[in-house]
């Protein structure tokens, strides 16, 4: 069954959000870069990169389903912020944005009965769970730190630890 247009245009939509996320974690990464929190910046620039997945998944899925991928434009993400608890604060908030866009797109996949694009949409439900919890596990950490700065520094190196 070819994916139907109303979905497609939704799907769209995300690959462009999806991309965007990307943008917003490198423009994070590039802050981080900036002002000598190394660890931070290959956390971001990681997670940058796992954005770009998701927007593949889901182009990848259009193609899968005899669509259409349509680029949008991306919009210019913000070039400063006022230090890391602000920069992982964006990051939770935005993810839970996602998440609610994950969610609109599966109701909007229920209420056409494309139960394989539901099925599609599980992967990024559960992926949803994951990116709240990384990005709000560091806030806590973070501000537990608070300005102690040997405590910022031993959580930026943590941070640069991260594996995948
Ligand atoms: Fe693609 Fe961070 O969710």
Redo the contacts with the bound molecule.
């Keep these: 069954m070819v994916l139907g247009k109303t979905l497609q245009d939704a799907i769209n939509e995300q690959v462009k ?2 991309l965007y ?2 943008y917003m ?1 490198l423009a994070m990464a590039a802050y981080c870069e900036a002002n000598n929190f190394p660890g931070a910046a290959k956390w971001m620039r990681m ?1 940058a990169g ?2 770009q ?3 593949m998944r889901l182009y990848d899925y259009v193609f899968d389903r005899g669509g259409r991928v349509t680029l949008q434009a991306i919009a210019q993400p913000p070039a400063e912020f006022k230090g890391l608890l602000d920069i992982f604060e964006q ?1 939770y908030a ?2 839970q944005k ?2 609610g866009m ?1 969610n609109s797109l599966y109701a909007a996949a229920a209420k056409e009965n494309d139960y394989a694009t539901m099925s599609m949409l599980k992967w ?1 439900i559960d ?2 769970v994951e ?1 709240e919890r990384n ?1 709000s596990q560091v806030v806590e950490m973070l501000k537990l730190a608070g300005t102690h700065i040997p405590a910022v520094m031993m959580l930026d190196g943590r941070l640069g630890a991260r594996a995948e």
């Design positions: 959000n999806e996320s990307g974690y997670q796992e954005e997945e998701h927007a990051a935005h993810e996602v998440t994950i990024f992926e949803q990116e990005a």
